[in-house]
Nanobody
Framework: QVQLVESGGGLVQAGGSLRLSCAAS????????LSWYRQAPGKQRELVAT???????DYADSVKGRFTISRDNAKNTVDLQMNSLKFEDTAVYYC?????????????WGQGTQVTVSS
């Protein structure tokens, strides 16, 4: 059973930075997709950033130029560097991993880490 454990959340002032890290219990090289999602109070969970096994990266328009996703298969981690944080970035951030095995899709979620940006 794969486990994803996030860390690095906290309270930061607007304009500040935080780095989130997600550690997988197994090898991240098995995952075709690693992503960060977030969910603010009263809102739906939304995709923030994705990195594929080919190291292709995509970002939500709201975070482009401010956030950077990176994966380290040697350390089995996927990180999210968040700069120039805004009040509206306040949310619970979740790590997500997807892999394909014999035409079946398996996906996994972390427990979430709270990011609070004070204005």
């Amino acid at each position: 059973q794969v486990q994803l454990v996030e860390s690095g959340g906290g309270l930061v002032q607007a304009g500040g930075s935080l780095r989130l890290s997600c550690a997988a219990s197994g090898s991240t090289s098995r995952f075709g997709v690693l992503s960060w999602y977030r969910q603010a109070p009263g809102k739906q969970r939304e995709l923030v950033a994705t990195v594929t096994s080919a190291d292709r990266k995509d970002y939500a328009d709201s975070v482009k130029g401010r956030f950077t996703i990176s994966r380290d298969n040697a350390k089995n981690t996927v990180d999210l560097q968040m700069n120039s944080l805004k009040f509206e970035d306040t949310a619970v951030y979740y790590c997500y991993a997807k892999k394909w095995v014999a035409m079946q899709v398996f996906d996994y979620w972390g427990q979430g880490t709270q990011v609070t940006v004070s204005s």
